[in-house]
């Protein structure tokens, strides 16, 4: 397997859209209250109720940071196209 078959795969792995990183964030999500599912039934009561709320508040904070980042790819594409523009 040569270095553009490995590139081409790793292409796979990149978010490009805001539907793909709602898609991601949606099965975080799914993932997380399902592990919160079983926190609550393995620590009954407020330390089950936490870790819930931990796991869940978790996917916020990562959903937070791959739009923050789609954003500051968004912008960095357009500032080298505005660069680009000007040496032209």
Known sequence: MGFSA??????LFVIKNRFEAFVIIYAL???ATSRGSAYLEQYPGFWGQALFL???????????AILDSLKAKKELEELRA???AQAN
């Open 6 to 11: 490995l590139r081409k795969i790793g292409r």
């Open 29 to 31: 999500a799914l993932g």
């Open 54 to 64: 931990a796991a869940t508040g978790a996917v916020f904070l990562a959903g937070a």
């Open 82 to 84: 505005q660069v680009e």
